[in-house]
Every structure is written in structure tokens, then in C-alpha cells.
């Protein structure tokens, strides 16, 4: 057993939203397809035939994980943000009329600047609020829904603070009062929690294999049965004529191994490390906040996005890093304007708490001592950079109330 005051010789990694490492089983799923097993799956031959029924039954098992009705309603792509580029951009094309696009003011740059973008060339957006909790305005859905809206997109669940989206609500919503398409971002979510299309009002739904234990380079769109998207790439007509390109069989069948791994993981041991380092990081330390829901069930199982107050993210994370422990801010500093996060200020965090704020996300590979380490290291950093704050005063009153 790891002893919680050294240093560990590798290092610890709580930065499972930005990317996962590929899963063992995924890795040799996908072997015999990087050494001997090798072809087009376009190839009328034996050898393509045999690459093209592993593309097949990898997207048996993606249709599967999603509680897809069909497995022709998945197509692969290289990456989540190409699957909601894709989604909304192609629904875009195809209907040039209906220019009204709604999505809420926290989705993940893959949506958020494609749509700014799409503002920009003429489309109209409107941005639903979140509360402080982060938590999304449903009535603003309601009334923002029009005519020639043509697409909604809003994200399961968020890479920064792990808070769940009422999907389903949603769903209800843009039926009963419109004729939009429903895209989910379901990027952070597949293979965190279950997921199940079938029973949602959603047309679109984009994955991304290396959030969940698949590799870098694979993602995939659900496209309901009847919703017409125009090709992504036109080319030989590879994955129905949807998306032309050879199809990187390694990768695709790395998904459906991580698919399978997903569908058998109840994600319940992550969880309680996580409450653990959450209850403990927040009794522990007086100027530590929880930015996200309080309620743990309206988050994902693995994520903890923590207030620092008044000191500086980089700061903490670069301590972090010398210790060994791997995180991210919630801070994305731009390093001209130091700007804090969208999300973080979409949910109203004052700027000297977002600016210190720190993303703890956990993974199937984390174990108990590293969660002790960590809870062991992280208030000593929290103490030297409360002493170099020049926030003195209020981290004094803040130490005396809380402390
Ligand atoms: N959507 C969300 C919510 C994400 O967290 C990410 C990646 O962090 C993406 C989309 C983009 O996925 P990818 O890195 O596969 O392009």
C-alpha cells in the first residue's frame, strides 16, 4: 500500500473528463486489427468482408450501450466535436430556412463556438441560463421555442462540472411546442451513466470513445431513424453514404470493446471515492466551494469541480502536478484577458472563486490510497497559496467563519 505522505512514483491521474487512458481490454480487442488482421472493409474480398463484419458488430455494440433502435442509426466519426459539428451544421443545410437555433450558454466549445460561428453567418441563437447550481432554466426553453426553430442542443451532461441536463424534460418540451430537432451532446456522459435513446425525445446524439476507455481519434452520431442529415464528408460512400473516408477499423472496434466495458461498469466505486474526496476537500478546507449542483445525483458519478477561493487555479494545479496529481481549472485562462471559464461564469461564480477553481475527475483506474494521498496533499497547497493570497483579509474572515 501506497504510504499517503510520498510522493507516488506514477502519476495519479484525476483528469479522466479530459481524456481516458485506453483500457486493457480495449487495447487487445483492437490488436489483431493493427498487426494481422488488416484490409478495406470496402474490399469485396475475404479480408475486407472480415473488416467490415468487425465495423458491423462494433456498431452493434455502440446501438447497444445507447439503447439504439437500429443499429443504421450509428455512424462513426473521428471525434465528439466532429459529431456535434455535424449534427447541427447538417441539419443546418438541410433545412436553410429554419435559422433559430437554441442551446444553452454552457455547452462545450464544440457546440458553443460552432454556434457563435453560426451566428456570425446569419443564423439566430438564443442561450439558455443556468442557475448558480448550474442548473439549466426550463421555462426559458419553453418560451424561446418558435416556428422556424430548427435544432436544440443541449448537453447531457457538462465536462466542467459534471451536472446533468434533464434530457428527457427537454425532449417533452420541444415536442409538445415545436417542430426542432433535439441534439444532445452526450460526449461526458456515455459511459459515466445509463443511457437509454430509445425512451427520449432525441434526434441526435454525439459520443466520444476517448472520454470512456476507447482511443483517441473515434467518435460516433446517433442520427434517428427518418432525420435526414446530409453526408459529413462526401466520398466513396463508406458508413451508408454518410461519411465517406476508409473507416479506421482499429479505432471503431476499440469503441464497441469500450461500449462493452461500459455496459458492464455500474461506475459505483468511482462514485464513492469521489464523495469521499468531495466531503472531505469541503469540510476540510474553509475557502473550498462545490461549483455544481449540491445534489450528487443531478451530477455525473466522477466529477468535482471545486472553488478555491482567492487563490489562483494555475497555481493549485501546478502544485498538483509537482506532487503528482494530475487536474484541470476550471479557470481556462486566456493569457491576455484571464478570463474565468464560460460555464463558470454562466452560472454567476464571483471571479475570485472561478479564477481558483479546480476540476477533479475521477476514472475507472483510481484507487482508494490515491484518493488519500491526494486529500492528504491538497490542503497543504491550499494553505501556501492561502498565505501568498493577496486576498488576506477576506480569506481571514473566511478562515475565522468557516474554519
Ligand atoms: N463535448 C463535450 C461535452 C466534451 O467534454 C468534449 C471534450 O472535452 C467534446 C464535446 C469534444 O470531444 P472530442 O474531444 O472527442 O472532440
Not at 445534489?295 to 468535482?304: A, H, I, K, V
Not at 478570463?339 to 452560472?347: D, F, G, I, V
Request: charged residues 25%; hydrophobic residues 35%.
Amino acid at each position: 500500500m501506497r504510504d499517503k505522505n510520498v510522493r507516488p512514483t506514477e502519476m495519479i491521474y484525476l483528469d479522466n473528463n479530459a481524456t481516458t487512458r485506453v483500457a486493457p481490454e480495449v487495447f487487445e480487442a483492437m490488436r489483431p486489427y493493427l498487426t494481422e488482421i488488416y484490409g478495406n472493409p470496402s474490399s469485396a474480398h475475404s479480408l475486407g468482408r472480415e473488416m467490415k463484419s468487425a465495423v458491423e458488430s462494433a456498431r452493434e455494440q455502440v446501438a447497444q450501450l445507447l439503447g439504439a433502435t437500429d443499429t443504421s442509426e450509428i455512424v462513426f466519426t473521428s471525434c465528439g466535436s466532429e459529431s456535434d459539428n455535424w449534427a447541427i451544421g447538417g441539419f443546418l443545410e438541410q433545412n436553410p430556412t429554419r435559422r433559430h437555433i437554441i442551446t444553452t450558454r454552457v455547452e462545450h466549445e464544440a457546440v458553443r463556438n460552432l454556434c457563435e460561428h453560426l451566428a456570425e453567418l446569419g443564423c439566430e441563437v438564443t442561450w439558455l441560463e443556468v442557475n448558480r447550481n448550474g442548473e439549466l432554466d426550463l421555462d426559458h426553453l419553453r418560451k424561446a421555442l418558435r416556428r422556424d426553430t430548427g435544432i436544440v442542443s443541449v448537453m447531457l451532461a457538462n465536462n466542467e462540472t459534471g451536472v446533468l441536463f434533464p434530457i428527457a424534460e427537454v425532449g417533452r418540451i420541444v415536442r409538445e411546442n415545436s417542430d426542432a430537432v433535439v441534439h444532445v451532446d452526450g460526449v461526458q456522459a456515455v459511459g459515466k451513466i445509463p443511457i437509454d435513446l430509445s425512451k427520449l425525445e432525441v434526434d441526435l446524439f454525439a459520443l466520444s470513445g476517448h472520454k470512456f476507455h476507447a482511443p483517441q481519434g473515434i467518435g460516433a452520431l446517433y442520427i434517428r431513424r427518418g432525420v435526414k442529415l446530409p453526408p459529413f464528408i462526401i466520398g466513396g460512400g463508406q458508413e451508408s453514404g454518410r461519411r465517406g473516408g476508409t473507416s479506421a477499423v482499429p479505432n471503431i472496434v476499440g469503441l464497441g470493446a469500450a461500449c462493452e466495458l461500459a455496459k458492464n461498469s455500474d461506475n459505483q466505486g468511482i462514485r464513492s471515492l469521489r464523495d469521499k474526496l468531495e466531503d472531505q476537500i469541503l469540510s476540510k478546507i474553509p475557502n473550498a466551494l462545490l461549483n455544481g449542483a449540491p445534489d450528487r445525483e443531478q451530477r455525473l458519478p466522477n466529477t468535482s469541480n471545486i472553488a478555491f477561493e482567492y487563490v489562483e487555479g494555475e497555481n493549485i494545479l501546478e502544485h498538483l502536478n509537482k506532487a503528482g496529481i494530475c487536474v484541470s481549472t476550471g479557470s481556462a485562462c486566456h493569457s491576455t484577458t484571464h478570463e474565468s471559464s464560460p460555464t463558470l461564469r454562466a452560472m454567476n461564480v464571483p471571479y475570485t472563486a472561478a479564477q481558483g477553481s479546480i476540476r477533479f475527475s475521477l476514472g475507472r483506474y483510481n484507487t482508494p490510497e490515491e484518493i488519500e494521498y491526494t486529500l492528504n496533499v491538497v490542503p497543504g497547497i491550499i494553505q501556501k497559496l492561502v498565505e501568498m493570497s493577496p486576498y488576506d483579509k477576506e480569506l481571514r474572515v473566511l478562515y475565522s467563519a468557516r474554519g
